[in-house]
């Protein structure tokens, strides 16, 4: 059980890091983000609603408060993953892989968080 809690941890808090760091990049660097968005096929409207989406669901999956809400949490961001990925394999500019460690390390905390967050 310990070896499993380890694991979660660091699946979540390398999770965590990467969506911050991608709600940071919408944040700072707004004009490069608008161009990628528009190159793959999004609106430039949806970028700050995104990234305030993004630090909300990091906040209610470390905060654990409410089980309901987690669940929206990770399905959100498991959708934006996954929509990721395809959005870049389909203009193959090879930016996927970070879409595809995301949605691996969402995965692994979410399937063993069941376990070891109640």
Known sequence: ??????????????FCLLVL???GMYFFNYAEVTGVFESLGYP???VYPLACLKIAA?????SNKSKSLKEWAYAGLFFDFVLAFFAHYMI????QYAALVATVLLLVSYFIGKKVRP
Not at 1 to 14: E, F, H, N, P, V
Request: aromatic content about 14%; overall charge positive; cysteine-free.
């Open 1 to 14: 059980m310990k070896i499993q809690r380890i694991i979660y941890w660091i699946a979540t808090g390398l």
């Open 21 to 23: 760091f991608s709600a």
């Open 44 to 46: 430039s409207y949806i």
């Open 58 to 62: 990091v906040i209610v999956i470390v």
């Open 92 to 95: 193959k500019d090879g930016e």
